[in-house]
């Protein structure tokens, strides 16, 4: 399946936050806290949205400064996952992180998601560390990392 990728906006706020819930019942960001990722910090943060058909059914953030960066999150809609889309938004953050001089890159998944650590690990992450309870749900988080000039 193939998705257009493009910056996001406030204007996508409404399907993202359909798909943040869908996504991630427990621990959900509130649409304060995405729109504040979009308006009060552009210069170290880089959200896109996938759209197929014009219709949005992803999204993903990234947050750089200096030489590091951190996947912020990543969700596809459930019945256009496995299609190629979450690793299409994921190369984009990567070469984000990269084009802003990062050396390393960050992310946190949950423990209880092994598909998702596997398409991390295919990308070239590693675990690092285990942040215990950190979802609000009491999950672990395990902690992974890429080193990007490698």
Avoid: C
Avoid at 31 to 43: I, K, T
Avoid at 66 to 89: C, F, N
Avoid at 109 to 129: H, K, L, M, T
């Amino acid at each position: 399946m193939t998705a257009v990728l493009r910056q996001m906006t406030v204007d996508d706020l409404p399907s993202v936050m359909k798909i943040e819930r869908e996504t991630f019942p427990a621990d959900a960001w509130s649409e304060g806290m995405l729109r504040g990722e979009l308006g009060d910090q552009p210069r170290t943060r880089h959200y896109v949205v996938a759209l197929v058909d014009d219709e949005i059914v992803g999204y993903a953030g990234l947050f750089a400064a200096g030489d590091q960066a951190d996947v912020q999150t990543i969700a596809v809609l459930a019945e256009k996952q496995r299609t190629g889309i979450g690793s299409a938004m994921l190369t984009e953050l990567l070469a984000e992180a990269v084009r802003r001089g990062a050396q390393s890159i960050f992310l946190e998944v949950r423990a209880d998601n092994p598909g998702a650590q596997a398409v991390y690990g295919g990308f070239g992450f590693e675990r690092i560390g285990v942040r215990r309870g950190y979802y609000e749900d009491g999950t672990d988080a395990i902690m992974m990392k890429k080193d990007l000039n490698a």
